[in-house]
């Protein structure tokens, strides 16, 4: 790697038209593995104003154009859950034989993989399509940052969605039982 590549996101350097934030946007979702690849480290306060904003940008339009029937309520649960999906996937990171016990490069590429949650706020398809990109965008962007294989970081972020996913379906069956 060389020096012109280890340069910060440009949400951390705080350059470009609103502070870099369209920037880094374009940057992590477009390309998460060389963005986490050559910014391994940054700031972590940084990266959570980063993921407040993207979550919450989109709340204020849809409330704006009247689209949001809930509210706040959605954006604000969805902010609260990057955490603890982040905490999960780095225990399970850490299970694999994969990570060290700071879960702060973790941390930062979840903050950072809320992203594509500007254009949550799209009816019908702007959650679909926030959920699976950021799946893409936290394992492209933590085998990056732990330098794992990608197929590591794939099994370290289905494992939570899997068990989410027969958590659900155990529950729904439960109802119908």
């Known amino acids: 790697m060389s020096p012109e590549d280890a340069r910060p996101l440009p949400w951390e350097a705080l350059t470009g038209p609103a502070w870099g934030l369209p920037a880094t946007v374009w ?36 409330l704006a154009l009247g689209i949001s029937p809930a509210g706040m309520t959605p954006w604000l649960v969805l902010l609260g859950f990057m955490p603890l999906n982040a905490l999960i996937i780095h225990v399970m990171f850490m299970t694999l034989g994969a990570a060290p016990k700071n879960p702060a490069p973790t941390f930062r590429v979840a903050c950072y993989a809320q992203a594509p949650a500007l254009f949550s706020f799209v009816p019908y398809v702007g959650l679909a399509a926030f959920a699976v990109w950021n799946l893409v965008i936290l394992v492209y962007g933590l085998a990056a940052a732990y330098k794992t294989p990608l197929r590591l970081s794939l099994v370290a972020n289905l494992i939570p969605v899997v068990f989410s996913l027969a958590l659900s379906l155990a529950g729904a069956g439960r109802l119908f039982s």
Not at 32 to 54: D, E, I, M, T
């Open 27 to 62: 940057a992590v979702a477009r390309h998460p593995w060389l963005s986490f690849n050559a910014a391994p480290r940054g700031s972590l306060v940084k990266a959570v104003a980063f993921a407040v904003l993207c979550t919450l940008i989109p709340g204020g339009i849809a």
